[in-house]
């Protein structure tokens, strides 16, 4: 498939728009999941840490498949895998009203819907950066807002539906919300030139084309003898020339023909399947090949290495947060009259405004955009390390806030990954990225849930989530610094086909 150049513009604003009422529908109960978390915590009356499990499978599971993911969208294309991603996830939601027990959710919730929004996560970043070069940032950052305004209005959703309906019932009516997905996706059109021609087949691809017409063109024995003595019977009534002799010796002949000719055809097409079935063998060992050295190529580059170990260390301390902190609330007493706004809401809230606003700031030359991503690490480090000293609802609030607007770095990290790696790169790059993320995001809630089954209390659970960011942003931010460069390119050249940040950086 050839593409055009991106046109910033024109049906791309329309993939933007499908793209955030995707990431809308599908994110919206499971970064809102800490309202249906209380409500599984009373229901099975299992642990904290086991009951997070439901809510981190389905936040991490599609990013540790994001390799997968990345792989069927480049073998089908974006709009098949966000339409047949609809219906997984609008099946798992549904399905999960009739859970019997936790771990039933543990499949339906965690991994059905978990799946189902990797799928179409990859399939919007993709398809957006397609139609978007220089205003990427902008873009994508309004995209991954539909996630964001997913989050701040499936929170109250939820908790009215609940009371409403029930548990049972919220999920079936969410579930159903989630088939729009099909009809955002039917507008996923793909970027490409009609004009240009079709590439040509290899000689691997060819071998299939030959054998089908040379099975075409053989005939049977049978069949052959016949059009021969048609043939030979013709001429000879053309011609008026009876020779009995002649016609038994031209009949031998062709007869011992045929059976030399059948040998040679049965020869030769064994011979062709035996070719045909070594090169596919070769060729498929090849792409295998060829994908893990440019995996090995990849983690050559020393930020894109750094890079993989702050996406992990992020989302281990810096995603519990949006999960639990309806949890932390509770566990401090704070009093339910002193609650104006759910701190989901918040979270998600000021989520959309971080991602806006950090996407516009990507786009300005001057700002450089690892860098600005390292800051918000650092400052999302030290905004956990106070939630055990937040003792109201105000201040868990103003918190709730901050740390909203700082994981609104989603928005800038495929806009980093593209400049580290480059854009012929990205899909492999950011599924390799996007599995360490969704390890984190499976883990993260777990041990935060574990920490305080152990102690009772959630302190020194944040204060690992804390430390967790900090150390991933100050080694990214060591692997980026330019005197690390110099230093770098002073010991080792480095070879054509690696890709170093200072070169990455410059747009």
Not at 221 to 227: G, L, P
């Amino acid at each position: 498939m050839v593409f055009r150049k991106p046109p910033d513009g024109g049906w791309g604003w329309v993939i933007v728009v499908v793209s955030f009422f995707t990431q809308f529908l599908c994110y919206g109960s499971p970064l809102a999941v800490g309202v249906l978390y209380l409500e599984w915590l009373d229901a099975f009356g299992e642990g904290k840490g086991k009951t997070a499990w439901v809510g981190s499978l389905a936040n991490g599971i599609g990013l540790l498949a994001s390799p997968v993911c990345s792989i069927c969208v480049s073998s089908f294309g974006a709009r098949p895998v966000a339409i047949f991603s609809g219906f997984m996830v609008a099946g798992g939601l549904m399905m999960s009203s009739f859970a019997p027990n936790i771990y039933f959710l543990y499949i339906s919730y965690g991994i059905v819907v978990g799946l189902g929004c990797g799928l179409l996560y990859t399939a919007t970043v993709t398809i957006t950066c397609h139609y978007f070069d220089k205003r990427r940032g902008l873009a994508l950052g309004l995209i991954s807002t539909g996630s964001s305004v997913g989050l701040f209005i499936y929170a109250a959703l939820q908790r009215e539906l609940i009371d409403l309906y029930g548990l049972d019932g919220c999920l079936l009516i969410v579930g159903a919300l989630s088939l729009n997905i099909l009809a955002c996706g039917s507008l996923m059109r793909p970027l490409e030139s009609p004009d240009s021609p079709p590439p040509e087949k290899t000689c691997v691809d060819k071998v299939p084309d030959q054998y089908f017409v040379y099975r075409e063109k053989e005939k049977t024995v049978e069949e052959n003898i016949s059009i021969l003595e048609k043939g030979y019977v013709d001429e000879k009534c053309a011609n008026n020339m009876p020779d009995y002799k002649q016609d038994s010796i031209l009949n031998k002949n062709v007869l011992s023909s045929i059976n030399v000719n059948e040998k040679d055809t049965y020869k030769k097409k064994v011979v062709e399947q035996t070719n045909f079935c070594k090169q596919l063998a070769k060729r498929k060992w090849q792409l295998y090949l060829n994908y893990w050295e440019e995996t090995v190529v990849l983690f050559k580059n020393k930020v894109f290495s750094a890079l993989f170990v702050a996406i992990l260390l992020f989302d281990i301390g810096g995603f519990p947060p949006s999960l639990l902190m309806e949890d932390v609330a509770r566990s401090a007493n704070i009093n339910e009259d002193d609650y104006h706004m759910p701190l989901i809401s918040i979270i998600g809230i000021m989520t959309a405004v971080g991602k806006l606003t950090l996407g516009i700031l990507a786009d300005f030359k001057w700002v450089n955009t690892l860098y600005l991503y390292v800051t918000t690490l650092l400052m999302t480090g030290v905004a956990l390390f106070a939630i055990p000293f937040a003792k109201s609802y105000l201040t868990l609030a103003m918190l709730s806030g901050i740390l909203g607007f700082l994981t609104g770095n989603w928005s800038i990290f495929p806009y980093v990954t593209t400049k580290t790696v480059g854009i012929e790169k990205l899909t492999h790059a950011y599924g390799i990225l996007m599995f360490f993320a969704g390890l984190g995001n499976s883990l993260g809630p777990p041990i935060v849930g574990w920490f305080y089954d152990w102690t009772q209390e959630y302190d020194t659970a944040f204060y690992f989530s804390g430390f967790c960011v900090l150390l991933g942003g100050f080694l990214l931010l060591l692997a980026a610094l330019p005197c690390w460069n110099a230093c770098t390119n002073q010991s080792s050249k480095l070879p054509p086909n690696t890709y170093s940040y200072k070169v990455a950086s410059s747009a």
